[in-house]
T-cell receptor, first 115, second 116 residues
């Protein structure tokens, strides 16, 4: 079973629009960690954020915000006022305490921001 | 601080040849991961080490693949013999992830392998 589901394979938005990337996870652990990574066209994987399961406080970093909801097992990522430089593939990932340092990545959402 | 360093960045080889990919961890990190990325299969975990010990190698495709950590800061991924279906981008990542602290993964820039 897929532990991390990113149902949106590809999204296109026009510059300055807001966009939300969905991430749904599955775990039986009470202690776990969630992550988002960005992979721009250059190919490197860039860490964006890490949350632990005990901290449901939403986080904002500039134009980026994350909405963590344990009730729906979701950890969604919103980009406000999107820019062309936001065009990338975004990956959501889960790490569970009981499986050590195993990371489970979603299949990624390819975001294209059209100028 | 230097990040995760991978070499070579690009490798083109012929089927049947041995390929060795190298990775230098971030100083102080104790977990090392090898991932493979293809269009068809996305990001696949091949193997990961904690404190130089292989913890999970269930993602290693077959016996042609082997990975080692000869010391705490360096790892190799070897493919012998290589096949065209091994063509992919191979990422190495490290983290500080023991004792319940699941640190984020820091990825290298990847090694793009093409097997002809």
């Amino acid at each position: 079973a897929q532990k991390v589901t990113q149902a949106q394979t590809e999204i296109s938005v026009v510059e300055k629009e807001d966009v939300t990337l969905d991430c749904v996870y599955e775990t039986r652990d009470t202690t776990y960690y969630l992550f988002w990574y960005k992979q721009p066209p250059s190919g490197e994987l860039v860490f964006l954020i890490r949350r632990n399961s005990f901290d449901e406080q939403n986080e904002i970093s500039g134009r980026y915000s994350w909405n963590f909801q344990k009730s729906t097992s979701s950890f969604n990522f919103t980009i406000t006022a999107s820019q062309v430089v936001d065009s990338a593939v975004y990956f959501c990932a889960l790490s569970e305490a009981r499986t050590g340092n195993q990371f489970y990545f979603g299949t990624g959402t390819s975001l294209t921001v059209i100028p | 601080d230097a990040g995760v360093i991978q070499s070579p960045r690009h490798e083109v080889t012929e089927m049947g040849q041995e390929v060795t990919l190298r990775c230098k961890l971030i100083s102080g990190h104790n977990s090392l991961f090898w991932y493979r990325q293809t269009m068809m299969r996305g990001l696949e975990l091949l193997i990961y080490f904690n404190n130089n010990v292989p913890i999970d190698d269930s993602g290693m495709p077959e016996d042609r693949f082997s990975a080692k950590m000869p010391n705490a800061s360096f790892s190799t991924l070897k493919i012998q013999p290589s096949e065209p279906r091994d063509s992919a981008v191979y990422f190495c990542a490290s983290s500080l992830g023991s004792g319940g602290g699941h640190g984020e993964l820091f990825f290298g820039e990847g090694s793009r392998l093409t097997v002809l």
